[in-house]
């Protein structure tokens, strides 16, 4: 290439040599030269240019790259934030979690303390009913071995049964010691009876003293069945006469009395015979323990 163009430059430069003066000859000939030195020049650079369009792309590439990883960590970024705000939200419900716990372990402790408190405070309790309780039966003992001995007559004749079970004690009395048939007016030697009777249940303070009046079955009489149509009436009236004596002439506190009348069914024998009928018309007097409130009550005044 450089020869043709030098073969070129000296048939121009004949030429020129023969239609331009010299001055304008090497001004052409300088314009040639600086010519053939760009030709020159660009031949030298072209492995340059292209290694340099391959970096050019390489940078490119690497860049695009570049801003992919960049958007990519920007995303990662914007989740790991979100994850953050999570893990904040959950620190914070814990938090509240745990002091939920820390609040119903303290409520818990105090209940257990208070709940060892009332334990002991029941073991105490417990203990004082306990001897109470001994102090109950010593007393209903001793009643009944009183009560034996001053009915020990009425007893052998069969017409006053005592018995005793635990706290509860019972004078059976038939009904010809205290009324006539039909009536319920006590009899004068059943006024006696009760006042030997009275005599002993007068000093009992920590029990109730239940009457309870019992009948056969044998209907009311049209004589009387005016004033008690039934045995339901004729029980209870009779019931409440012993209530009221014991009351008003022994001088029982009549906070410890009560009557119940139960007319014909609470029978202790047979009614298909005149014995057993006989055992069924009855009086019963009946210790019963006092209620649990009354007895707490009583412990709450010592």
Known sequence: MKKIIGQRLEVRSCESSRQYPAGSMKLLLTAYCFLLAIVTGCGISKDIYQKTVDESEARKANLEQALKEIDSLKDENQQLKGKSGEISNQIENLSREIDAVKKEKEELVSKSEYMNKEIERLKLKAGELGAEKERELAGVKETYEKLLSEMEKEIEKGDIKITQALDRLSVN?????????GKAEIKQEGLKVLDRVGAILKGITDKQIRIEGHTDNVKIGARIREKYPTNWELSTARATSVVRYLQDKVGIDPRHLSAIGYSEYKPIASNDTVEGRA???????VLLPLDVGSVLEELKKK
């Open 173 to 181: 009395m038939v009904e010809k010691i205290l009324f006539d048939s």
């Open 279 to 285: 055992q069924n018309r009855r009086m019963d007097i």
